[in-house]
């Protein structure tokens, strides 16, 4: 469909300024540009490179996170939309990351977020100011890992996936051009993600084992 083509002809355009690209979701992707800052500058001059090559190629907008880690970019990109590049630093993510809401914390659910907030953790701040030992007893190790995250302390690398991978989760998501108003259009969308997935799994001889539905 549009929204696919229109992905892989960005990734090219990835491709221009790094080899290490990790799909994150038909429209996201992490990037180490580490190795390019030398060619084409640094992060922030990068990423502009990049939303102005998609916006004048292929006459979309992009926003764009800019970080030391994976969590805090994915984070980035979602604050300002829908054209815009997002800078969170070693001195400023504290300012810009903790006042958010914990909903925002990347791998927080819908679940995970009342449990969170049942014990006052309303911020990504409260987060980092919760003991472990009330963390671990809501959550479990996945506790212990927000809290890192929330710390800035994520180091997972960014992991160019090869033919060999079995990825395991396959997803689809998208910000809608215009609201939903009624069920049809949400059915409508919804039979669209689902034919994606379906196709994705097929191809890779994978089967479901669980499926879960995102809306914000």
Known sequence: NEYEKYSK???KIYERYTDIIEPFSIDECWLDVTGSTVLFGNGEEIAQKIRNDIKKELGITVSIGVSFNKVFAKLGSDMKKPDAVTVISRENFKEKIWPLPIRDMLFVGAKTCDKLK?????TIGDLTLCDDSTLKRLLGKNGLDLKRNALGEDNSPVVTPTENDKPKSIGKSVTGAKDFYNNDEVWKAFLSFS??????LKQKNLYAGG???HIR
Request: charged content about 10%; hydrophobic content about 35%; proline content about 0%.
């Open 118 to 122: 049942s014990s006052g953790i309303n």
């Open 9 to 11: 002809m960005g990734f």
């Open 211 to 213: 499926v879960q539905m």
């Open 195 to 200: 034919e994606y997935i379906c196709d994705s």
